[in-house]
């Protein structure tokens, strides 16, 4: 509990300065105010948002964490199967997708069945949603229709999953705080996306993928990783781990991180949108806040369970 209330106290400090600053920013500015301003708000007030959504699945523990990501996978799904082709014959993959897929899955990481939550979806899955789709005999586009139909379910539902799987994991004289690992996990990853945001406007000369990202560059994800790597060794005590190990465990996650920003943004070229969805005021939708964390969460997950149980 010290540690949680120095978190959400932190959290709530750096957000309450943003707002000033925000505020003071936007009562300054002439009228109407600039797009840039518009969005600064929108972004901070979604942020309140989502952590008190966080904060308050906390102090339920892991049925309040699984309730929450179970949530945010619905929602990551939706906008994923809303953008991609299907038929009618695939209609009840879909409906297994959100009816049995979700609520197994994470009925498997609230129960804490290790063996079974890291096979069902890239084992079992897999495997039967195309033989359900081909039993239907609609073979038009049918190997893009599953891959869109798998890759779904692996990074909306999968990844994100083992966020919560986090407090299942029993860590040597760490017990009781697995709540921290997850604050420890969304903080880095998140802060990393926002510090390559600020390091690239302010140093960005060479592009990375401009066809994919055009905002992304080289100076941004180094200074970005660098800062978000010093930013894990400070919050280590939130960790089982060292100063040392926590930058190292931080840098890993967030590169992870980085790399998963880069394919979501890749998905979004390939069907002509801008953002995931508009769920989220300034923000985009739930999937353009988790792409992040979509492939940061397994590799985190398995680094603490392998090297720290």
């Known amino acids: 509990m010290h540690e949680t209330l120095i978190l959400v106290v932190g959290l709530t400090a750096v957000l309450t300065t943003a707002s000033l600053v925000a505020g003071i920013l936007s009562w300054r500015a002439p009228k109407p105010l600039s797009s840039t301003l518009v969005n600064l708000n929108q972004r901070i007030n979604a942020w309140w948002v989502m952590v008190v ?37 695939d ?29 069902f979806i890239p084992v079992y899955c897999f495997l039967l949603m195309p033989a359900i ?105 939130l960790t089982p781990f060292s100063p040392l190990q926590a930058a190292g465990v931080a840098f890993m996650a967030c590169l992870m991180g980085f790399l998963g920003g880069l394919v979501a943004s890749a998905i979004k070229r390939d069907q002509g949108v801008k953002d995931w969805g508009h769920l989220i005021e300034g923000h985009g939708g739930m999937m353009d806040r988790a792409d992040s964390l979509v492939f940061a969460a397994p590799v985190f997950f398995h680094t603490v369970r392998y090297f720290w149980t």
């Open 133 to 237: 789709t081909a039993l239907h005999g609609d073979t038009e586009r049918f190997l893009e229709r599953v891959s869109a139909q798998q890759w779904a379910v692996m990074i909306s539902v999968y990844c994100v999953s083992h966020v919560p799987a986090l407090l299942t994991l029993e860590v040597p004289g760490f017990e009781g705080r697995n709540l921290l690992l997850i604050a420890f996990l969304i903080i880095t990853v998140q802060g990393s996306d926002v510090l390559q945001y600020i390091f690239g406007k302010l140093f960005g000369r060479h592009l990375m993928s401009p066809k994919v990202s055009p905002s992304k560059t080289w100076e941004g994800l180094v200074g970005g990783l660098a800062t978000s790597s010093l930013l894990g060794a400070l919050l280590s005590f």
């Open 91 to 119: 209609h009840w993959v879909l409906l297994g997708m959100f009816g049995i897929i979700i609520p197994f899955q994470y009925w498997l990481v609230w129960t804490a069945w290790y063996g079974l939550f890291t096979i």
């Open 53 to 89: 959504a966080i904060t308050v699945a906390f102090f339920f523990g892991r049925s309040g964490m699984t309730i929450l990501f179970a949530l945010i996978s619905f929602a990551a799904l939706r906008e994923f199967v809303t953008l991609t082709h299907s038929r009618r014959s």
